[in-house]
């Protein structure tokens, strides 16, 4: 049973977050056995525990899967409408689609009645800790962007939508009218129009990822000029049809605004975007938006544009459960964690020797098994992926993220999101991770910024159509200011690219250097608005515009192809950077040989030994030309 508070109530809330955080290990406990007691005589889980309900039982017997173990389930009853007890007893209400764009592939998630009390119930401790810790909040507006798109009915008769559009399509009277429009570009320019226009009552503005804000942002360069007309004569453009979005903004743009309007043109007219947030929404303390993971290559263009506010990474959620809380919301970006709450699902987490290479950890290890913990047996310092049992039908389903537990609160472990799993560009016995990608990334960005320039988004693919095959980055480039992108400098961009290069790891080094069974990895300079395009290929595909998350390692052609067509320079790395480096080892090598023959000639004074000290004075003085 979870228990009830009114979540305007921050005293009550915060009672039971201290409550669950100090009995976290038997929750998890409760929690398990509640899962297994009501479905132990589903078709899934008879097949390994032959109904019984056992704790033990489940921990030796139950696989660990992935989405494609379990797919063949969810089809059957997503197409072929077999009922919901070949996974769960409870009915599936919907399926939910997660955006899988960090992962590569779309999944449907089961979801159901009591699926939807638990996330209400984790959003309410949610907003015990936002009234906590996040002061003035409620003195003003938040401006939440939420874009929903329509419902897609599955063959067998089940609804699917994505997590935000159940949220709200299931809870439509809590919601203003304009989110539920279904159409992207109407209903974020009636977001922005409303929020524009009560721009002195808004204390937040946030999204759900860091990505989506950056595209709002865009959107807003693209329309401001419009909007601020809209506003100077209090009526909304013409192409503005849908009724849900007209009645909203009428509501509140009821008559000509001019001071408004020309006050926000002198913002935006402005050479540069800097700060450009906290211009046109003056009293605005917070920026809400998920900044971890992938996302934390975002923060220097958040930072860029929001004047440096203070970016609140509030939760760690998916389709298939709600995890986490950051109970510290103005912490840095670069220290977020996220304290598991208990009561949301059983947890477990297959431990990650050396989380360089995640993919270590196979499925069908029959090893495996023995190394898994549970949440309350987890160690500070170590990498984990994390495996989920929940009350809809997932059973120690591999989620494919990789966290670190950095702490804890009270009992219940704090994990710092790290990486996706499956994401890896390798060529050969290489494999570099997306935060190897990302840090190395980071590093080479140095040499660009001094010049005016931060990377908007990027992203990354293993091109093997060439022998050797080499690693190719698009990188969509922004200047601070709003003057006409220059031409890019050939040397300081090829020494990016060596940076990038000399970050990665040692494996990578090696087979590019010694046996150049890798080539010069390859910068790709994109125009503006090319990751833009990207994200509207992947939302036409189904994809989620609050979910989704640029793929750091594209595997679609269809979405390399998208970007190869808007490439405007590339770059490759700069050769000699890394001979210079094995240049310099050879010359150390040489001459320590030297000494050493100089010293055994010194002592023994011997013929032969004279002739080697020729050819090694012969080689040495090669080197060091
Ligand atoms: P979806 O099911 O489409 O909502 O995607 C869920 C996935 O988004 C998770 O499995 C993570 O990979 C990613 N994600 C969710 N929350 C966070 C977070 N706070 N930091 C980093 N990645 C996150």
Same mark, same amino acid.
């Not at 899962?35 to 097949?47: E, F, H, P, Q």
């Not at 109407?186 to 946030?206: H, P, T």
């Not at 408004?260 to 003056?282: H, M, N, R, T």
């Given at each position: 049973m ?10 009550a809330?915060s009672r039971?977050?201290e409550?669950i955080t100090s009995?976290a290990?038997h929750i998890q406990?409760q929690v ?5 007691t009501?479905?132990?005589?589903t078709?899934y889980l ?5 109904g019984?309900s ?5 921990k030796?017997?139950?696989?660990v899967?992935?989405y494609e173990d ?6 059957? @009853?997503?197409? &072929? ?5 070949? =996974?769960?007893n409870?009915s599936i +209400?919907e399926l939910l #689609?997660?955006?899988?764009t960090s992962?590569?592939?779309q999944?449907w998630?089961?979801k159901t009645?009591e ?12 907003a015990?800790v936002q ?6 909040l409620?003195d ?6 939420v874009? @929903?798109?329509p &419902?897609i009915h599955?063959?067998?008769? =089940?609804v699917?939508?994505?997590? +935000?559009?159940s949220e #709200?399509?299931?809870?439509?009277d809590r919601y203003?009218?304009v989110i ?11 977001q922005?129009?409303c929020g524009l ?5 808004i204390a937040?503005?946030g999204?759900?990822?860091a ?5 709002i942002?865009?959107?807003f360069?693209?329309h401001?000029?419009?909007?601020s ?5 209090g ?5 503005i ?7 909203a903004?009428?509501?509140i743009?009821?008559k ?9 043109d002198l913002?935006?007219?402005e ?7 906290k211009k046109i ?7 809400q938006?998920i900044i971890t993971g992938s996302m934390?290559q975002?923060?220097p263009a958040l930072?860029f544009y ?21 109970l510290?919301?103005l ?8 304290t598991f709450?208990?009561n949301m699902?059983?947890y477990?987490?297959?431990p990650?020797?050396?989380h360089?290479?995640p ?5 069908k290890?029959?090893?495996l098994?023995d ?8 160690k500070i ?9 929940t009350?809809t039908?997932?059973y120690?389903?591999r989620?494919?993220?990789v966290?670190l537990?950095t ?9 710092k ?5 499956n994401v890896?560009?390798?060529i ?12 190395a ?9 001094p010049?005016?320039f931060?990377?908007?988004?990027y992203?990354?693919?293993a091109d093997?159509?060439?022998i050797?095959?080499h ?8 200047l601070?200011?709003n003057?006409d992108?220059?031409v890019?400098d050939?040397?300081?961009?090829e020494k990016c690219c060596s940076l ?5 790891d ?6 590019r250097n010694?046996?150049?069974?890798i080539?010069?990895l390859?910068?790709?300079v994109?125009?503006q608005?090319?990751f833009?395009v ?6 036409s595909?189904?994809?989620s ?8 390692n594209?595997?679609s052609?269809k979405?390399?192809?998208i970007l190869?067509?808007?490439?405007v320079?590339?770059f490759t ?5 890394i001979k210079?480096r094995s240049?310099w080892s ?7 040989s030297?000494?050493v023959i100089y010293l055994v000639?010194q002592?023994?004074n011997v ?6 000290m020729?050819?090694?004075v012969?080689?040495y003085?090669?080197?060091c030309l």
């Amino acid at each position: 049973m979870l228990p009830t508070f009114d979540p305007r109530d921050t005293e009550a809330g915060s009672r039971i977050l201290e409550d669950i955080t100090s009995n976290a290990g038997h929750i998890q406990e409760q929690v398990l056995e509640e899962i297994l007691t009501k479905n132990a005589s589903t078709d899934y889980l008879k097949g390994f525990l032959n109904g019984y309900s056992d704790k033990e039982l489940f921990k030796n017997k139950v696989p660990v899967v992935d989405y494609e173990d379990i797919k063949i389930y969810i089809d059957r @009853i997503a197409l &072929d409408g077999e009922p919901s007890q070949i =996974l769960t007893n409870d009915s599936i +209400t919907e399926l939910l #689609i997660s955006s899988g764009t960090s992962g590569g592939k779309q999944k449907w998630i089961p979801k159901t009645a009591e699926e939807g009390e638990r996330r209400a119930f984790f959003f309410c401790l949610l907003a015990t800790v936002q009234n906590r810790y996040l002061h003035g909040l409620n003195d003003g507006k938040v401006l939440f962007f939420v874009l @929903i798109s329509p &419902d897609i009915h599955t063959p067998g008769g =089940l609804v699917l939508r994505t997590t +935000t559009a159940s949220e #709200i399509k299931n809870r439509k009277d809590r919601y203003p009218q304009v989110i539920l429009c279904e159409d992207t570009n109407q209903s974020l320019y009636s977001q922005l129009l409303c929020g524009l226009v009560q721009r002195d009552a808004i204390a937040s503005i946030g999204t759900f990822f860091a990505s989506g804000l950056l595209r709002i942002i865009k959107f807003f360069e693209e329309h401001w000029q419009e909007m601020s007309s809209n506003i100077r004569t209090g009526q909304m453009s013409d192409w503005i049809t849908d009724p849900k979005c007209k009645r909203a903004v009428s509501l509140i743009l009821s008559k000509q605004m001019p001071d408004l309007a020309d006050s926000i043109d002198l913002v935006c007219q402005e050479k540069s975007w800097e700060g450009i947030i906290k211009k046109i929404w003056p009293r605005i303390k917070y920026v809400q938006a998920i900044i971890t993971g992938s996302m934390a290559q975002y923060i220097p263009a958040l930072e860029f544009y929001t004047g440096r506010l203070p970016i609140v990474s509030r939760v760690y959620v998916s389709s298939e459960a709600c995890f986490g809380i950051n109970l510290k919301p103005l912490c840095s970006p670069y220290d977020v964690s996220y304290t598991f709450i208990p009561n949301m699902a059983y947890y477990e987490f297959i431990p990650i020797g050396n989380h360089q290479d995640p993919n270590c950890t196979n499925s069908k290890d029959a090893r495996l098994k023995d190394h898994i913990v549970d949440l309350a047996n987890v160690k500070i310092g170590q990498h984990y992926e994390l495996l989920v049992t929940t009350c809809t039908g997932l059973y120690r389903y591999r989620m494919g993220d990789v966290l670190l537990v950095t702490g804890f609160h009270n009992i219940t472990p704090q994990f710092k999101f790290v990486q996706r799993r499956n994401v890896v560009l390798s060529i050969d016995t290489d494999k570099t991770t997306e935060q190897d990608l990302q840090n190395a990334v980071t590093i080479a960005m140095h040499i660009l910024e001094p010049l005016g320039f931060f990377l908007l988004d990027y992203s990354s693919y293993a091109d093997t159509s060439s022998i050797p095959g080499h690693y190719v980055l698009f990188w969509e480039l922004q200047l601070r200011s709003n003057d006409d992108f220059p031409v890019l400098d050939q040397v300081k961009m090829e020494k990016c690219c060596s940076l990038v290069e000399q970050s990665l790891d040692l494996q990578y080094k090696m087979l590019r250097n010694q046996s150049n069974t890798i080539g010069p990895l390859e910068v790709r300079v994109v125009k503006q608005g090319s990751f833009n395009v990207l994200m509207d290929f992947y939302v036409s595909q189904g994809t989620s515009l609050n979910q989704y998350k640029t793929p750091k390692n594209i595997k679609s052609e269809k979405a390399i192809e998208i970007l190869d067509s808007r490439v405007v320079e590339n770059f490759t790395a700069e050769k000699c950077l890394i001979k210079t480096r094995s240049l310099w080892s050879s010359r150390i090598f040489l001459h320590i040989s030297s000494l050493v023959i100089y010293l055994v000639l010194q002592c023994r004074n011997v013929k032969v030994l004279h002739h080697c000290m020729d050819v090694f004075v012969f080689y040495y003085f090669s080197a060091c030309l």
